[in-house]
Nanobody, 128 residues
């Protein structure tokens, strides 16, 4: 069992940047493939970005390509989502997700069904 804790959500203006963080309580994330998802009011949860356990591969939803970047710190204790050129349509609750991947086979899936652990979410609001 791993508890994920997101932080960094805020109210910002269109065009601003924001960095979200996701940490695991009491452990590193070195054995986990990671993903970021978001859910806007009245909409279904949508994928945003994903990263393999090694950090060697990443995937992005088309809507955020070129604007968002997923990364890990060197100690693999925290996963980040750097969000640039924010738009009003990026407004949502952002969730961090993890799946244990001891053999490195999970890859960088954007499918929410691939993930076993979820954080509580952090709110990002972009005003236009």
């Amino acid at each position: 069992q791993v508890q994920l804790i997101e932080s960094g959500g805020a109210l910002v203006q269109a065009g601003d940047s924001l960095r979200l963080s996701c940490a695991a309580s009491g452990r590193t994330l070195s054995n986990y493939a990671m993903g970021w998802f978001r859910q806007a009011p009245g909409k279904e949860r949508a994928s945003v970005a994903a990263m393999s356990k090694s950090g060697g591969t990443t995937s992005y939803a088309d809507s955020v390509k070129g604007r968002f970047t997923i990364s890990r710190d060197n100690a693999k204790t925290t996963v980040y989502l750097q969000m640039n050129s924010l738009k009003a349509e990026d407004t949502a609750t952002y969730y961090c997700a993890a799946t244990i991947d001891p053999f490195g086979t999970a890859g960088d899936s954007l499918d929410a069904r691939s993930y076993d652990y979820w954080g509580q979410g952090t709110q990002v609001t972009v005003s236009s």
